[in-house]
């Protein structure tokens, strides 16, 4: 059985920064695609970031310029989130593919979500 563990996020003040971290721990397929998504209260879930196993990132256009996202390993990825606003508030998901195709900003095509992580930014 696959897991996702996530790891970081917080409490930080607007203009501050945070880190994420996601470890996935026993799938079979180790090069598909990573990413994560949020969910803040009352609201769908969004896109944040994703990567490809050859590390090409993509960024939803509320964080681009502000998240860089990385790839340590085939089964660790990292979300360094700068400048952060009041409006990234939200529970953060790391996900993951079943297949080797590349990172997309549709929450059906990962099949595999972690428990979340919260990150909270006040104003």
């Known amino acids: 059985q696959g897991q996702l563990v996530e790891s970081g996020g917080g409490l930080v003040r607007a203009g501050g920064s945070l880190s994420l971290s996601c470890a996935a721990s026993?799938?079979?397929?180790?090069?598909?695609?990573m990413g994560w998504f949020r969910q803040a209260p009352g609201k769908e879930r969004e896109f944040v970031a994703g990567?490809?196993?050859?590390?090409?990132a993509d960024y939803g256009n509320s964080v681009k310029g502000r998240f860089t996202m990385s790839r340590d390993s085939s089964n660790t990825i990292d979300l360094r989130m700068n400048s952060l606003k009041p409006e990234d508030t939200a529970i953060y998901y790391c996900?993951?593919?079943?297949?080797?195709?590349?990172?997309?900003?549709?929450?059906?095509?990962?099949?595999?979500w972690g428990q979340g992580a919260q990150v909270t930014v006040t104003s």
């Open positions: 990567i490809s196993w050859h590390g090409d």
């Open positions: 026993g799938y079979m397929f180790d090069t598909s695609a």
């Open positions: 996900v993951k593919k079943h297949d080797g195709s590349g990172p997309t900003p549709q929450t059906r095509d990962y099949s595999y």
